[in-house]
């Protein structure tokens, strides 16, 4: 039938052209006729085919879904199969670099709130919350840093313990440090460093937009020892050599015993609230401070990253992929959700027993400052836990003389996206 139609309108093509070829004013009836009949058949053998052709798809289409669907279920269960295998510790070790705060958030949501302290080791471990549960891990153990491990570098507290396959290290720290002890960072924490320095207006006149008026003052800058960040404002002109004071450990002892006539580091998302609502230091009691963090003055590493020592990356690669989205996921689970969380986070710091001490109203005012200055951000993307390829580089470009001046040398090859990789983000998990 299909031949036969085609054929017609192959022979009235040829009448037509001969037709006009003659010249005749008037069109041959029968000529006429017959280019028409082929017309007709010709539009009704293409309908004909245009439906056999529909047909053809609807009675195909289930058979199509069919195979896609099953080829995502078994996309699916060979993921699943990936997560469910054991490729990780059965106990996820992570280091912190500081006593438990709301900062650490995201790291105790993978626990939640169904977790237990040990005040004499400074931890907090329970169960990993099931919809966290990939790569064979079963529990979870996050220990304190700072005074809990006598201030050591946290890299170097990964090297002495290979029980630790996460620790948290600033990305300035990572570079530095790397001709001694290498990390590669494998997902942030946070976005924006909450790091400060921070004075008493009332004593001290600082021009947050111009930083060379802490110089200016000559005043002393009390702050831990081998920050990178001191360095750099030294480096930068914005502080004097002989204005830095490296013997900052925590507590606010000097700052009420001095009554704040001094700079001081801190953290602008917790002891701002603190100094200006708990803190007798001023006349007996609490008084206001002015702060500058130090991503506003120029100074930008992720803080507190996890990594891990880079000559475990090959070996922790299989735990990585499915860890690492796991872990950008409990981050934007906490900040969705922080309260029960955050609320664990001032037990566990009150069982420690020491100077640091975290409470609800400290919590509730460290949100809006997170959200304020973007430190809980997704960043310039819409993926929550990696890292912009220039921001590193640019951090690396000016930790790098510094280093040179501290005569430190690089590792040969060492470039700045030795520091970090985004290899295991999945770039679908964001706020």
């Not at 009448?15 to 009949?37: I, K, P, Q, T």
């Not at 099931?130 to 304190?144: L, P, S």
């Not at 959200?371 to 790098?400: C, H, K, M, W």
Request: charged residues 20%; aromatic residues 10%.
């Amino acid at each position: 039938m299909m031949i036969s139609k085609r054929r017609a309108i192959a022979l009235a093509i040829p009448f037509a052209l001969l037709a006009a070829a003659c010249g005749d004013d008037v069109v041959d009836d029968e000529v006429e006729s017959a280019v028409e009949s082929a017309a007709d058949e010709a539009k009704s053998a293409a309908e004909e085919a245009a439906s056999e052709v529909e047909s053809a798809i609807e009675e195909a289409a289930p058979e199509v879904e069919s195979a896609i669907e099953e080829v995502i279920s078994e996309v699916d269960s060979a993921v699943e199969e990936i997560a469910d295998e054991a490729v990780c510790p059965s106990n996820l070790v992570i280091q912190s670099d500081w006593w438990p705060e709301v900062e650490h958030g995201g790291t105790f949501q993978l626990i939640g709130t169904g977790g237990t302290s040990n005040p004499e080791l400074f931890t907090y471990s329970g169960p990993i919350q099931e919809q966290y549960k990939v790569g064979g891990i079963e529990t979870v153990e996050f220990r304190a840093g700072g005074d809990a491990i006598e201030f050591q570098p946290v890299a170097s507290v990964m090297m002495t313990d290979q029980d630790i396959t996460l620790g948290y290290v600033n990305t300035d720290d990572a570079i530095n440090s790397s001709p001694t002890v290498q990390v590669t960072g494998v997902a942030t924490t946070l976005e924006v460093n909450p790091q400060m320095i921070m004075w008493d207006p009332t004593q001290t006149e600082i021009d947050k937009a111009d930083p060379t008026t802490f110089a200016a003052t000559g005043k002393r800058v009390l702050h831990f020892g081998g920050t990178t960040y001191i360095d750099w404002m030294i480096a930068k002109g914005y502080l004097t050599a002989d204005q830095s004071d490296p013997n900052y450990g925590g507590a606010p002892t000097d700052w009420i015993t001095e009554g704040g006539s001094f700079i001081q580091q801190g953290f602008a998302t917790n002891e701002i609230y603190k100094y200006e609502n708990e803190i007798p230091w001023k006349d007996d009691a609490p008084a206001d401070v002015e702060f500058v963090t130090i991503h506003e003055l120029g100074w930008q590493p992720y803080p507190a990253m996890y990594t891990v020592l880079t000559d475990r990356l090959e070996e922790l690669s299989p735990c990585l992929t499915v860890l690492v989205p796991m872990l950008q996921q409990a981050w934007v689970d906490f900040f969705a959700d922080p309260t029960a969380v955050a609320d664990k986070i001032i037990e566990v710091a009150t069982s420690y027993n020491n100077y640091w001490t975290v409470s609800a109203e400290i919590n509730a005012a460290a949100f809006p400052v997170m959200d304020e200055l973007g430190i809980n951000s997704n960043g310039p993307d819409d993926t929550y836990g990696n890292f912009d390829e220039a921001r590193v580089q640019a951090l690396f470009d000016e930790l790098l003389p510094i280093m040179e001046a501290a005569g430190l040398e690089l590792p040969e090859g060492y470039t700045a996206e030795s520091a970090y990789t985004n290899e295991f983000i999945d770039p679908s998990i964001g706020r």
